[in-house]
């Protein structure tokens, strides 16, 4: 089973500012089975990008995602203060789908 | 429009049972393989089962195999999980969220709001 690790836990921002969100597979995940979501409280998880570097529908240009092998990375380029909230990655496996555990984007 | 209507949530004993259904509309959902993902209370996302587009594949958490079945009924357009002797650990919000393939990338595209299980005596 590949384990995906998020980092950091929590990344403690102010609006406008760069965010750069890590995630790191235990093994080597195709690119084309990495995704990002996105999940505010209350709220379920929304597609921000997949295949590693592809943003879904109605997802705006400051985010981007990049990575290859086992490194994987979601940046924020100008954080907008609907852009505070939670990011999880995703492996898309041939027999399960595992998340990582989740990075908290909050406001400084 | 793609929705996802989750139901069948609810407060249940330990070792008891429970059946979620997934109702969906506006796409072919005979078309796509489908997911049970959950999230326990101020947890992180956990991929529970997915089915294939004709019930051909499936697969399963360890943390629920033996104990939980997913399955489809394309003419009615819905999905369900069937949970049997229930822990307080499974104890979470259930969404079903639909796969997509497109272009060689996968992910899971849309998400129902979800339905909260409580396994508690």
Redesign the interface.
Same mark, same amino acid.
């Given at each position: 089973e590949i384990v995906l690790t998020q980092s950091p836990g929590t990344l403690s921002l102010s609006p406008g500012e760069r965010a750069t969100l890590s995630c790191r597979a235990s093994q080597s995940v195709s690119s084309s089975y990495l995704a990002w979501y996105q999940q505010k409280p209350g709220q379920a998880p929304r597609l921000l990008i997949y295949g590693a570097s592809s943003r879904a529908t109605g997802i705006p240009d400051r985010f981007s995602g990049s990575g290859s092998g086992t490194d994987f990375t979601l940046t924020i380029s100008r954080l907008e203060p609907e852009d505070f909230a939670v990011y999880y990655c995703q492996q898309y496996g041939s027999s399960e789908r595992t998340f990582g555990q989740g990075t908290k984007v909050e406001i400084k | 429009e793609v929705q996802l209507v989750e139901s069948g949530g609810g407060l249940v004993k330990p070792g008891g049972s429970l059946r979620l259904s997934c109702a969906a509309s506006g796409f072919t959902f005979s078309s796509y393989s489908m997911?049970w993902?959950r999230q326990a209370p101020g947890k /992180? @996302?956990? #991929?529970v089962s997915?089915i294939s587009s004709s019930s051909s594949y499936i *697969?399963y958490?360890d943390s629920v195999k033996g104990r939980f079945t997913i399955s489809r009924d394309n003419a009615k357009n819905s999905l369900y999980l069937q949970m049997n002797s229930l822990r307080a650990e499974d104890t979470a919000v259930y *969404?079903c969220?639909r796969? !997509?393939c !497109? /272009? /060689? !990338?996968?992910? @899971?595209? *849309? #998400? /129902?709001?979800?339905t909260l299980v409580t396994v508690s005596s």
């Open positions: - | 997911n993902v /992180g @996302l956990e #991929w997915s *697969y958490a *969404y969220a796969d !997509s !497109s /272009g /060689g !990338s996968c992910s @899971l595209d *849309y #998400w /129902g709001q979800g």
